[in-house]
Every structure is written in structure tokens, then in C-alpha cells.
């Protein structure tokens, strides 16, 4: 084989790997060393963040559901919301070494900018609610995803309120 093949046959094997599903850690993994970084930031690359699928799942057993949802524009906490987060809050305070990202997402409507900042909102009043019942500031970082990270495609209602949602993440 010659070596123009070679070279063209690794970068096509790379290139397949490097678009394959990301498959989480097992929980049992020892953590690395945490970066350096400002706990609240909304920033999603100022620290590694390493999901903890086992604990995601117990904390959806237990407190129901690791995401609410919000209306057109809106990122005010209705009671159902707030039931749920208080569940939420209640997981984590009894499971007091866990940290959460508060992910904040919207629908494919309106621009990116304006997206982001209703993300962000929406994050920033979920947090604003587990800090309110107890849960410590320290244990809490957001992070706006705008409309970037859709869980249902389609452009209709009911793909739009699946989209409009913040998100528990536990994270290491």
C-alpha cells in the first residue's frame, strides 16, 4: 500500500472516530483535579464539567424530573416549576457533595443573541430558586444554551415548548 493511501485511509479512520457518540464515564471513575474557575460564571468553557449519569438518573427517580419548562419569552417560575425545583432541592441537600449546572435552552425562534440571553435568564431564575431553599451558591454554575442544543427538532408548538426549558445537570 502506498504511503499517500495510508496517510488518506488513518485521517478518514480519525476523522469517523473523532464524529462517534460520546459514551459518559462510569460513575466510579476517580475525578481529575478541578479547574480553576469562577463557580457562577455562565461561561461553559471556564471548567471542565463531567456529567455523573448515575446520579442524574437518582435524581430524576426521586425528584421527578430534572428540567421545567417556561412559556413564549418567558422565564418566570410557575408553581408547577417551582414544585419541581423544590423537589430538585431537596435531592440536593440530601446529597450534600453533588454540584449542578442549571442549563438554560429556548426554541429555535429569534436570534441567536436574543436566545442566548433568555437561556441565560432562565438558568439564572432556576438557580435563584434552589439557592432560595437552601442549596449553597458554591454548588451552583449556569450556562445558557440558547437555542444551540434542541431536544426536539421541528418547527410547531410542540417542538418549540420541549425546547423552551432549563436543565439539572449533575455534574463532578
Known sequence: MNRTVLIGMTALALAIGGCAKRTPPPAEVTPPPAAEANPNSTDPNSLEVVELPALQADLVAKAGSDTVYFGTDEYSLDQAT????????????????????????????????????????RANAVRDYLLSQGVPAARLVTTSWGKERPVATGSNEEAWAQNRRAVTVIIR
Open 82 to 121: 417551582q414544585t419541581t425545583l423544590a423537589a430538585q432541592a431537596r435531592w440536593m441537600m440530601a446529597n450534600p457533595n453533588v454540584r449542578a449546572s442549571i442549563e438554560g435552552h429556548c426554541d429555535e425562534r429569534g436570534t441567536r443573541e436574543y436566545n442566548q440571553a433568555l437561556g441565560e435568564r
